[in-house]
């Protein structure tokens, strides 16, 4: 009962504000309610862009503008807060904390995403070590021989699903690795970072949001007893010094690698394939890269600007602030439409078109920025160069054998499934 009252009012209400909404065309509504608004929420996007730099809707202000996202995003008077605290009434904020599970959820303190300066500096600053430039070149070989050992696999397949047998392979094993979790406990931890993924999602299902905790709750058990298997026997990953350095909290310590768990295989999943579907429409690119290999770095930011991994955040103004001659409230929230800010046609030129050589392809917004800027960015476009171009490059002959099928997901833009046939590995390849 406590589960089914905490979902009616984090998803249940408002997914069903949002429907009406929708129903009514308002376009902030549509994307948000995107299950409903079918496959492509970049229309939604250039509407709410059409309206203004910055609109108000009464769900909260919404920009699709680069500018102004982007100055939000860096801006310090802004600040990231969950639900419970924002201005609701007195009894709600009672039963949400009164159902409150008390699990590392990666959307809730203390989870680095949603807290502020001065104790999100705190966190950043222990785990960014891990995901420094230099750190991330070590993870290169290593990256590089899983990829080569699932295509090898792929190799020996006459038909493939390159989003479960390629794209969640690589990047668990890589965050695995990092986090010091054995080999044969990879598989688990991906299904529960999977099924824990819709609560970054609005108004999901209460089946989601139950699928979501049950997870949630299993991987806090699994977490539990890696850590403390660590702090009998470190090893050589963050994890273990987070744990034996004793510079966080129990739940500190939980609620942070829950939240590198998931965040750091989702994004790099979607990257993946939102990439492989790109190239699929639009040949020609890929025959230029294939022709121009050292075009894979850019290819990568443009497909991140095409079709964000992560489609919107959100921040809350934590004094009066003035934003595109309009007044934001303090306490109230701002939706930052990213994947639409990546499309605004004032920063990139024919922003619909797919463009491997787009020049000012970095300038896009898919791992944000500001001090909330994605910790794992430089592991996820390693990652995604590597993987992509080995892909290419050992199957020329590649080619999907059906539609590709969406995630159902609203914020995470990906793919459940990309049926395809690998064809004979290139001449002179291994596996």
Excluded at 33 to 51: I, K, L, S, T
Excluded at 73 to 78: E, I, Q
Excluded at 243 to 264: H, Q, R
Excluded at 278 to 307: C, F, K, M, S
Aim: aromatic share 6%; net charge neutral.
């Amino acid at each position: 009962m406590k589960s089914w009252i905490r979902w009616a009012i984090l998803h249940g209400g408002p997914g069903v504000f949002l429907r009406i909404r929708a129903r009514r065309g308002d376009p902030v509504s549509e994307i948000l309610a995107g299950r409903r608004a079918g496959p492509n929420p970049y229309p939604f996007g250039d509407r709410v862009r059409e309206q203004g730099r910055l609109v108000r809707t009464p769900f909260s202000w919404v920009s699709a503008d680069h500018e102004v996202c982007r100055n939000i995003l860096r801006d310090k008077n802004f600040g990231v807060t969950p639900p419970e605290t924002m201005n609701l009434p007195g009894p709600v904020l009672r039963l949400l904390r009164a159902t409150d599970p008390k699990l590392a959820n990666p959307v809730e303190p203390p989870s680095m995403l949603m807290v502020d300066p001065p104790e999100h500096t705190r966190y950043r600053k222990l785990v960014a070590q891990e995901f420094t430039p230099r750190a991330i070149a070590r993870l290169r070989d290593r990256i590089a021989e899983v990829t080569d050992e699932l295509l090898a696999d792929l190799a020996t397949r006459p038909a493939a699903d390159l989003i479960q047998d390629f794209a969640r392979l690589l990047p668990v094993a890589i965050i695995c690795e990092i986090l010091g979790v054995p080999k044969e406990k990879e598989a688990e931890l991906l299904e529960l970072g999977h099924a824990g993924a819709p609560l970054l999602d609005v108004g999901i299902s209460w089946r989601a949001f139950r699928r979501a905790m049950a997870a949630l709750r299993d991987s806090q058990d699994y977490l539990e007893g890696h850590i403390e298997q660590l702090r009998a026997e470190p090893g050589d990953n963050i994890l273990s010094e987070l744990t034996v350095g004793g510079l966080l909290t129990k739940p500190e310590l939980m609620a942070t690698a829950t939240l590198v768990t998931g965040a750091g295989f989702e994004t790099t999943v979607n990257l993946l394939g939102n990439g492989i579907v790109a190239l699929h429409e639009n040949p020609d690119q890929l025959d230029l890269l294939r022709a121009e290999p050292h075009r894979w770095p850019g290819a990568v930011e443009e497909i991140l600007r095409y079709d964000s991994p992560v489609q919107m955040t959100a921040r809350i103004a934590l004094c009066d602030r003035e934003i595109a001659g309009h007044t934001i409230a303090r306490g109230e929230m701002v939706s930052l439409l990213l994947g639409a800010a990546n499309r605004d046609p004032a920063v990139f030129d024919d922003p619909t078109r797919f463009d491997v050589t787009r020049s000012n392809a970095k300038d896009h917004l898919s791992f944000s920025s500001g001090v909330h800027a994605c910790l794992g960015a430089s592991l996820a476009r390693t990652e995604g160069v590597i993987a992509l171009s080995a892909l290419y490059e050992r199957f020329p002959g590649l080619r999907l054998t059906g539609p590709p099928e969406r995630r159902g997901l609203v914020n995470l833009r990906g793919y459940q499934r990309i049926p395809a046939a690998p064809g004979l590995p290139a001449a002179g390849s291994t596996g």
